[in-house]
C-alpha cells in the first residue's frame, strides 16, 4: 500500500459529482482528500498538469486464456496490458481450460492474480458446467470464491429453461447473469456480418438477428424472474433499441459495447485480415451510428474491450479458419477518445462514466470512484498525445489487433493502484 500525491489535473469523479482542477491525496493505498491547496509533506509527488485525473478504469469483458491456455495470454501478461491501456480493474471470462466453473478454478484465478499483478483482477464464472449449457455450474461455492458475475460468454445457452433457472439462482446471489447474445444455429458456419459486403467478399454471413433473437429471449427471461440481466457486447441496432425498451419499462438490464464495435464496420473487411475477424462480428454503418447513440443517450452503460487474445500460429490462418476475437486493452481509451470525445459525441465525463460508474454499477464494485476512504485506484489520461500503436510492442502475448498502426489523439498516462504507479506512458 503506497502513498502518492497527485497535483495540478482536471479530476473527473462522476461518482461523486466532481470534476474541476484539483489535487488527490492518497495515503496508505486509500483516498485521502481531495481539493485545493492539500498538504502532504513526504508524500511522493505526481505531476498531473494538463490531464484528466480519473477514477481506476474498469474492463468487465477480458479473456486471460489461463489457465490452460497460457501460449496466448496469461493472468500477468494479460494484466499488464490492462496496466498500459490505463485499467486498474479487469474482470475475467471463464473459457479456460478447465472452464472456471467450480470453486477449485475461481480459487486459482484470484490467488494467481494476487501473486503475479497490482491489478484488481475479479474472475466471472460459467453459467453451466463445461459451459455446456446443460446443467449449472457451482454457482454458490463460486460466488463464495469470489466470483462478481455469471456468464457463458462464447457459448451462450441455448437451453431457455436452463437459463431462466441460472437467472433464478443468480437473482438470489445478487450477482447479474451476463450473456453474449447469439443464437448459434442463425450464426452456425458464419464468418461476418451477413450483408452486400459478405456477398460481394464471398465469406459466409452471420445475420443480425441471430443476436437480436437472443436479446429478445433474455430480456423475457429476465422480466420473468427479475433477475439483474447483462447484455454483453452488443452489435445491432435492433438491440440497442431492445434494450432501450425493456430499461424505459424497469427491467433490470444493463449492455456494454466494445470500441470496434463503434469504431469501424464490415467495409475493413475487403482485405481479408483475420485480425477483423471477431464476435460479433462488425456490423454495418447504420448499426456503429446506433452504438454511438446508445452511448450518447445512456442507454448502454459500460466500455468492455472483449479482449481475446490469440497466438499468431492460430488467428493468423485463411479469414474462414481462424479464431474469433481480437486484443482491446491497450486501444481502448485511444479509441473512445478519437471516436466519441474528438468528434464531439460525448464529453469527458461521460467517457469516464462508461468506464468506472458504469461497470462498477453493473457488478456492484467498490471501484470506480475517488470518494475518500475508498481504494486509491486511479487512471491518468490525456486529450492531445498523438501516437501510433504498434501491436508488436503490445505487453499482451498476443498481437491480433486491427488497429496495429492506427494513430490516436489522446491515451493513458498513468495507472495507479492502490497508490502504486504501476505503469507511466514512457516508463
Not at 291 to 300: F, N
Request: charge should be negative.
Amino acid at each position: 500500500m503506497k502513498s502518492l500525491f497527485i497535483f495540478g489535473g482536471r479530476v473527473v469523479d462522476p461518482a461523486s459529482g466532481f470534476d474541476g482542477r484539483a489535487d488527490v491525496l492518497i495515503r496508505n493505498g486509500i483516498v485521502e482528500a481531495i481539493g485545493s491547496n492539500l498538504e502532504a509533506p513526504g508524500v511522493p509527488r505526481f505531476d498531473a498538469t494538463g490531464t484528466i485525473v480519473a477514477p481506476g478504469f474498469i474492463d468487465m469483458h477480458v479473456h486471460l486464456r489461463e489457465p490452460g491456455i497460457e501460449h496466448a495470454e496469461t493472468i500477468e501478461t494479460g494484466a499488464r496490458a490492462a496496466a498500459a491501456g490505463g485499467f486498474t480493474t479487469i474482470c475475467c471470462m471463464p473459457n479456460t481450460i478447465p472452464v472456471n466453473d467450480n470453486a477449485t478454478v475461481t480459487s486459482y484465478i484470484v490467488q494467481r492474480a494476487r501473486q503475479v499483478t497490482k491489478v484488481n483482477v475479479l474472475p466471472i464464472g460459467a453459467i453451466t458446467k463445461g459451459s455446456l449449457g446443460e446443467e449449472l455450474a457451482a454457482i454458490g461455492s463460486m460466488h463464495e470464491a469470489g466470483i462478481v458475475a455469471i456468464s457463458d460468454d462464447g457459448r451462450p445457452v441455448m437451453n431457455s429453461r436452463v437459463m431462466r433457472r441460472a437467472m433464478e439462482l443468480a437473482l438470489a446471489f445478487d450477482i447479474p447473469v451476463i450473456d453474449h447474445c447469439e443464437d448459434l444455429n442463425l450464426s452456425a458456419g458464419g464468418d461476418m456480418h451477413e450483408g452486400a459486403q459478405s456477398v460481394r467478399l464471398g465469406l459466409r454471413g452471420i445475420p443480425a438477428a441471430s443476436e437480436d433473437v437472443m436479446v429478445a429471449r433474455d430480456l423475457l427471461l429476465a422480466e420473468l424472474t427479475g433477475a439483474r440481466f447483462h447484455v454483453a457486447h452488443l452489435s445491432t441496432q435492433r438491440s440497442v433499441a431492445m434494450v432501450a425498451f425493456a430499461k424505459s419499462k424497469g427491467l433490470k438490464v444493463t449492455c456494454e459495447v466494445t470500441p470496434h464495435h463503434f469504431a469501424i464496420t464490415d467495409e475493413e473487411l475487403g482485405t481479408y485480415d483475420s485480425n477483423f475477424r471477431m464476435k460479433p462480428p462488425l456490423r454495418r454503418d447504420r448499426d456503429v451510428e446506433a452504438m454511438i447513440e446508445g452511448i450518447v443517450s445512456g442507454v448502454i452503460d459500460a466500455i468492455a474491450t472483449d479482449h481475446a487474445p490469440h497466438a499468431g500460429s492460430e488467428k493468423m490462418q485463411e479469414f474462414e479458419r481462424c479464431p474469433f476475437g481480437i486484443t482491446g486493452l491497450e486501444t481502448a481509451i485511444g479509441l473512445s477518445l478519437s471516436e466519441l470525445v474528438h468528434t464531439g459525441r460525448i464529453g469527458v465525463v461521460r467517457l469516464v462514466e462508461l468506464f468506472t460508474t458504469g461497470p462498477a454499477g453493473v457488478l456492484k464494485l467498490k471501484q470506480g470512484t475517488l470518494k475518500p476512504g475508498g481504494q486509491g485506484d486511479v487512471t491518468i489520461f490525456d486529450l492531445d498525445h498523438e501516437w501510433t500503436y504498434d501491436a508488436q510492442q503490445s505487453c499482451s502475448k498476443s498481437k491480433n489487433s486491427p488497429f496495429d498502426g492506427r494513430r490516436f489523439l489522446g491515451g493513458p498516462v498513468a495507472t495507479i493502484v492502490a497508490g502504486e504507479t504501476i505503469w507511466q506512458r514512457g516508463s
